[in-house]
């Protein structure tokens, strides 16, 4: 737990381009006025480098891919020291020859890096070519473990993640004091409205689900804009936005537009969880003995 | 799966009084008139024969317990019979002198017993003192485990069940066509508006998020109306209804308001459940290898 147990959180949500130094520059300007309206962590969407070059397999987006520390690393490192905030960025890591990961990197106040997390769950779907580019994260030690900062321990985990209960769960187990969502989610441009809401809702839903079961604060961030496909096969990603902030009851704190560019900022109380974990001692109740199976594939 | 893919489900909203007969009586006619519309599967509230006596812990409630079979069963069998309806009720089981469960059974259509659940995870804060009457469920085989019927594997679950998202995943693991949670929750009637909300909010939530993680169909039914604390030492709980049928997307299909007595219907398709996994394929990424510490209490 922090020592602080009140930090003001920002969200930053904004459209990509290809070029990376733009895509940085402008999140840098973001940073800095969340800084000075006094945000203690600012989240990034996933990839905010560059555009979602995942929507379909080639070889050019490879060069985008940097080591960690590497450029954006830098980068992130200078604007955490000289706005004096924690941030948690994303990076398209080439860890080896031939070894990419999806990467969540978190820097402190005074600029120095904190940690990583390589997104242990990769999609693939239409539009979402994910397997192609990313190896799944090996964390060699817990999985899921939050990444310890002096404003609290940032159970960080990235887009697809967000699908899967065990891993909020995991991340909670391990001391997590919020959830963290870098995303990047959107419309199929072929689906009718009825269905592209279903998604949404579904989204937004399913995240908060994570804060109510496990008492906890939940950052999502999600880009927004509509990214065409390089190859012209589909009509490209109407990415949703939606991003948002939720309280560690699953409320909403603060909420962006499908559309814009939005900074979201929000108060959270690190220490209403433990309160919460009294109220409704969801932990005190699980029955470890009988969740077995829950490490079998398919029984 | 079930050979037909479309069921019309029925969840029976009430109130409850002290007398079980009154109450069964009451459902009777209930279940009769959902069955005259077409209804597959009538899902009855937890503890519906009584009124929640766990309010506070006395020996006197223990005297309504009783076996399984035994009136309450043979009651809803001869019901299921009746209207040729697959009936989920619930009992205040005295397995042996005791032992008492808190426990869900389910009929055929042709009034055959299928199965029972126990209910696994037991609450207990003040209003709602399960602990003193419950024995937590101690299923032999496996401890998450749908019960088969005519019209389908039902992932019958109950209450307090519905915070863990293990519970519901464990049974979409072992192949439940839908999720049950008869239930009886509501508010305490010290909290005020905005946390009355949050808890409802909460509690719809996060059973739409067991619907989304797995892909399935969620029938939630709980108890509506205000009951006194026979101690007289709280102001009793208004128990808050709101009872839903979620599709397997999350989308509430059909809800009913937090004061009234409603039976809710709606059409399940559960060839929906099978399409969804290939667009959103959850249960293919899974990383079971890492997944280890959830069967921990704490780390």
């Given at each position: 737990?922090?020592?602080?147990?009140?930090?003001?959180?920002?969200?930053?949500?904004?459209?990509?381009?290809?070029?990376?130094?733009?895509n940085l520059n402008r999140s840098k300007d973001k940073i800095k006025a969340a800084a000075a309206k006094g945000a203690d962590l600012v989240v990034l969407q996933e990839l905010h480098g560059t555009a979602y070059f995942c929507q379909s397999e080639s070889l050019t987006p490879f060069d985008l891919a940097e080591p960690i520390p590497g450029p954006t690393s830098h980068f992130l490192s200078a604007c955490a020291k000289e706005?004096?905030?924690?941030?948690?960025g994303s990076v398209f890591e080439k860890r080896s020859s031939g070894v990419y990961h999806n990467t969540a990197v978190v820097f402190d106040k005074d600029g120095s890096f904190k940690g990583l997390y390589r997104k242990m769950h990769i999609p693939d779907d239409p539009?979402?070519?994910?397997?192609?580019?990313?190896?799944?994260?090996?964390?060699?030690?817990?999985?899921?473990s939050p990444i310890a900062t002096s404003i609290g321990k940032l159970g960080v985990l990235v887009c697809w993640d967000q699908w899967?209960?065990?891993?909020a769960r995991l991340m909670a187990l391990a001391g997590a004091d919020i959830l963290l969502y870098p995303t990047a989610i959107g419309w199929d441009l072929n689906d009718n409205h009825d269905e592209k809401q279903r998604q949404l809702d579904a989204w937004i839903t399913v995240q908060r689900s994570h804060a109510i079961t496990n008492h906890l604060p939940v950052v999502s961030?999600?880009?927004?804009?509509?990214e065409a496909d390089s190859t012209g096969a589909t009509k490209g990603i109407q990415f949703w936005g939606n991003s948002f902030i939720s309280g560690p009851q699953g409320e909403i704190l603060s909420q962006a537009s499908d559309a814009e560019?939005?900074?979201?900022?929000?108060?959270?109380?690190?220490?209403?969880?433990?309160?919460?974990?009294?109220?409704?001692?969801?932990?005190?109740?699980?029955?470890?003995?009988?969740?077995?199976?829950?490490?079998?594939?398919?029984?």
């Open positions: 737990m922090a020592k602080n147990t009140v930090i003001t959180v920002a969200a930053i949500q904004q459209t990509c381009q290809s070029q990376k130094q733009h706005y004096q905030v924690v941030i948690v539009g979402f070519h994910e397997k192609y580019y990313f190896t799944p994260g090996d964390h060699d030690n817990i999985a899921f899967y209960p065990e891993a961030v999600n880009r927004v804009g509509h560019e939005e900074t979201l900022m929000a108060q959270i109380d690190y220490s209403r969880s433990n309160t919460l974990r009294q109220i409704w001692p969801f932990f005190r109740d699980r029955r470890i003995e009988a969740y077995g199976n829950i490490l079998k594939r398919s029984l």
